[in-house]
């Protein structure tokens, strides 16, 4: 039947609609998802990156399910203040900061499609302070620990690390990779800060690069709760 019905066609008639096709949204013209290519590329990073992250977390379980002991993390992430312990203090507030600091990019985002370039750059510029203030934690955490003698390939044979290697190597992996993408991450909101600041989306008619940044700190910050959860709680 459609083949009929298309042999009886004029040659315009098939023309016209061909043409009607080729302007749909599956013709090639347009996106089929209406994203653009800049929220698409950070989404297929997002993705990948993810997976590289699951990766490492993945090969930090099997390491310790076949490690025959393993160090406490609440005694060794433990802050000793006003004479006593207290455990996974410091990773708490950590984790306090950084999912702070996603309120803060939410709100940035917000005021970017309202086209609020003060506060803007005045709630990435707090996104960014809070960045900041985690990767000083972590700074204080590893300092801390390497004082106390763990090294990615050396554990000290006494409490809480007992000599297992594999913890260091667990640690300092996990951390640090996760630590240089929020390193990165500062550094990429303070660019944008500067570019809304200096007007330059206001031009461009579009705030959608802040979004896109956004993209990329809550999955930061979605990662270090897989990563407090798998590697600091179990």
Do not use: N
Not at 99 to 104: A, E, I, L, N
Not at 112 to 135: I, M, N, P, S, W
């Amino acid at each position: 039947m459609l083949k009929e019905v298309s042999q009886r066609m004029k040659p315009e008639t098939q023309t016209a609609l061909l043409e009607e096709v080729l302007k749909s949204d599956w013709g090639g013209g347009k996106s089929p998802f209406a994203v653009s290519w800049g929220k698409l590329m950070m989404w297929i990073f997002i993705l990948s990156d993810a997976f590289t992250f699951g990766g490492l977390l993945v090969g930090y379980g099997s390491l310790r399910i076949s490690s025959e002991r393993w160090p406490d993390p609440s005694q060794v992430f433990a802050l000793h203040l006003f004479g006593r312990d207290m455990p996974l203090l410091l990773i708490a507030i950590m984790t306090f900061i950084l999912v702070s600091s996603s309120g803060w990019m939410a709100l940035a985002v917000h005021a970017a499609y309202e086209r609020d370039r003060k506060r803007t750059v005045t709630y990435l510029l707090l996104t960014c302070l809070f960045g900041l203030l985690f990767l000083s934690c972590q700074a204080y955490e590893w300092s801390k620990l390497i004082m106390e003698g763990l090294r990615p390939w050396y554990a000290p044979e006494h409490p809480p690390f007992y000599g297992v290697r594999g913890f260091g190597a667990s640690f300092f992996t996990l951390t640090g990779f996760h630590g240089l993408h929020v390193l990165s991450g500062v550094i990429y909101l303070l660019v944008i800060a500067l570019r809304v600041a200096k007007g330059v989306y206001d031009r461009k008619g579009s705030y959608e690069a802040v979004e896109i940044a956004g993209l990329y700190w809550h999955f930061v910050d979605l990662v270090w709760v897989f990563i407090f959860t798998f590697f600091y709680l179990f």
